[in-house]
């Protein structure tokens, strides 16, 4: 799995509060992404870090923002929430060994937040 | 900018019957294609995967997918699916940005086995 854990799994929220997601690996890789998922649109990439403190908008990064401290760790923050941000949140890492970056993404378990 | 098409939102097959999923990719220049599945409440896992090389590639589970350049397209196909097949399969294409590789995801494909 690896080593890709998410938190919370689940959140409900109210629109207008700020929501973090936080998205951890164990295993330093430097490559590290957000997706979200909905019915009819599969998986499209709202962020992503390239390295610390290196990130980079996606195609759906409107109303959201990330940070990334320090390797292990890349958080999403909905600033405030709305109901469109109703989803299922993934976080993905690209494996890298010895400085190479393999081609394929893992994915975390997902986070399932509802915003009423 | 890239794009892919699974024409197929959801298919149903009988157990023991092959299956091919469509995939339809945009993209301008050798595509890094994917293909995924997700069984109902779990996160997503990595079937197979085309770079280069030998356009027919086999995966896990007992997948395969084609590549066809001249139709842009990247098939997925089992001889024999079972019932523990069923799940929602997303095909993907790989962008490469600042060393990091942006996926663009189909809308996927539900498959229904029936018994």
């Known amino acids: 799995d690896a080593g890709i854990t998410q938190s919370p799994r689940h959140k409900v929220t109210e629109t207008g509060t700020p929501v973090t997601l936080r998205c951890h690996q164990t295993e330093n890789h430097r490559y590290m992404y957000w997706y979200r998922q909905d019915p009819g649109h599969g998986l499209r990439l709202i962020h992503y870090s390239y390295g610390v403190k290196d990130t980079d908008k996606g195609e759906v990064s409107d109303g959201y923002s990330v940070s990334r401290s320090k390797t292990e760790d890349f958080l999403l923050t909905l600033e405030s929430a709305t109901s469109s941000q109703t989803s299922v949140y993934f976080c993905?890492?690209?494996?890298?060994?010895?400085?190479?970056?393999?081609?394929?993404?893992?994915f975390g378990p997902g986070t399932r937040l509802t915003v009423l | 900018a890239q794009s892919v098409t699974q024409p197929d939102i959801h298919i149903t097959v009988s157990e023991g019957a092959s299956l091919e999923l469509r995939c339809n990719y945009s993209?301008?220049?050798?595509?890094?294609l994917f293909w995924y599945v997700q069984s109902p409440g779990q996160g997503l896992q990595l079937l197979l995967k085309?770079?280069?090389?030998?356009?027919l590639v086999q995966g896990i589970k007992g997948f395969e997918a084609e590549f066809k350049r001249s139709q842009s397209s990247f098939n997925l196909r089992k001889p024999s699916v079972h019932w523990s097949d069923a799940a929602e399969y997303f095909c993907a294409v790989g962008e490469w940005a600042q060393g990091a590789q942006k996926l663009v995801f189909g809308q996927g494909t539900r498959l229904t086995i029936n018994p």
């Open positions: 993209y301008g220049a050798t595509p890094y």
């Open positions: 993905a890492i690209s494996l890298t060994s010895g400085g190479a970056t393999y081609n394929e993404q893992f």
């Open positions: 085309y770079f280069s090389g030998d356009t």
